[in-house]
């Protein structure tokens, strides 16, 4: 069976250094593995649009810094198909079959969607396009016989979600959709990298990003003015390293030969943890160490950036010929699923003389 891949992000904002080890990086080296026969990446606007139905402005803009931040981080459109959602009519007539095969209750123990509507305040008004979304992201999945999903740990129920989709329409309808796989990151600390104020997650959101495309200067500002272990107030304070988001992102961006180049004092990132928990190892001096690792990574992804952001219409272009070569895939799909569930009237031709014939004797 073909090995392809689909995964996405929401144009709700640029993308940020949580995308990037969470999953940015990861189909980055899938794509160049070659280990897949294709790989889809999708900028999921309608999506985007379930909770920001009022404000179309904010999706439209960032349509465009999602796909610079693709190219800038090496998706390489010869070989990965980007495209948008919402130029795939197919996938909302899957969602809308899709719906049958789900009971509300399900929807609402789905425990992404339970802390997304808290986030957003929907307690009393839920829009129906976001309570159902996972449905459409079913619909995105199974569009493209996706046989890998590489996303975040918050994916994980959606992924789930899909699973039960997946068997419950194969099971009423026969054989016709691809069973997919969640794919996370290795890295514990990827699966959900906290945001620069040690909330749990980094969120487009919540406003606590280091994002890709940030300035040399605001990476910098934005690491020496982190959350750290609120008790270690002292340079002598044992701290924390546990939960510290310093240490997390250390854990998420920094090699053993960082330390060779940047702190040659320590051989490890345990050698320097071991010297915080102990006490004697300040905030500052860990910050600056973090900051050298991440600039570092940071650097050539902000420098494609700028050669991509020459020439935007051909960025638009890629996205074009993405979405169309996405619908021509879509659209078999739906095909399948259509004659599956028996309403591909016109097609079937054994339909046809079986009721003449009906009609004819009768
Ligand atoms: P929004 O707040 O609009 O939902 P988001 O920051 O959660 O935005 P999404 O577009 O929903 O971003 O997520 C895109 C992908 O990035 C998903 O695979 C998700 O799991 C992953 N991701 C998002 N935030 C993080 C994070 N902080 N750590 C690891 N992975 C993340
Ligand atoms: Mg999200």
Excluded: W
Excluded at 12 to 19: A, D
Excluded at 128 to 145: E, L, M, N, R
């Amino acid at each position: 069976m073909a090995k392809i891949i689909l995964t996405g992000d929401r144009p709700t904002g640029k993308l940020h250094v949580g995308h990037y080890v969470g999953s940015l990086k990861r189909r980055v080296e899938l794509q160049e593995s070659g280990g897949y026969d294709q790989i889809f990446i999708m900028i999921a606007d309608a999506q985007a649009l379930t909770d920001n139905a009022d404000d179309p402005e904010k999706v439209r803009q960032n349509i465009i810094e999602v796909a610079l931040d693709y190219l800038s981080v090496g998706l390489d459109p010869a070989k990965s198909t980007l495209f948008i959602q919402s130029q795939v009519p197919q996938l909302c007539e899957l969602s809308f079959y899709y719906m049958n095969l789900v009971t509300v209750s399900r929807l609402q123990r789905n425990p992404t969607v339970k802390s997304e509507i808290q986030m957003r305040n929907f307690e009393a008004s839920i829009p129906v396009g976001f309570f159902t979304y996972p449905i459409s992201q079913a619909a995105d999945i199974t569009a493209f016989k996706a046989t890998t999903v590489p996303v975040g740990e918050d994916q994980m129920p959606m992924i789930e979600q899909t699973r039960e989709i997946v068997h419950k329409f194969n099971t009423v309808y026969g054989e016709t959709l691809v069973m997919p796989d969640i794919l996370l990151p290795e890295n514990k600390a990827c699966l959900r990298l906290p945001g620069t104020d040690g909330k749990a997650k980094m969120s487009k959101s919540l406003g606590n990003c280091i994002f890709l495309s940030d300035t040399e200067k605001d990476v910098q500002k934005k690491i020496m003015s982190m959350f750290t272990d609120p008790n270690h107030l002292k340079v002598e304070d044992p701290g924390q390293v546990e939960g510290n988001p310093v240490f997390i992102y250390l854990d998420a961006f920094c090699r053993d030969e960082h330390f060779a180049r940047f702190l040659p004092e320590y051989e490890n990132l345990d050698a320097l943890k071991a010297h915080y928990t102990r006490g004697g190892l300040g905030d500052v001096k860990v910050k600056k160490f973090l900051n050298k690792v991440l600039q570092e990574e940071l650097a050539p992804i902000r420098a494609r950036r700028k050669q991509f952001e020459k020439d935007i219409p051909a960025v638009y272009k890629i996205l074009e010929e993405g979405s169309r070569k996405a619908e021509a895939v879509a659209a078999q799909t739906l095909a399948d699923v259509k004659q599956a569930m028996k309403i591909d009237y016109f097609a079937d031709q054994a339909l046809i003389a079986e009721q003449a014939k009906r009609f004819g004797e009768g």
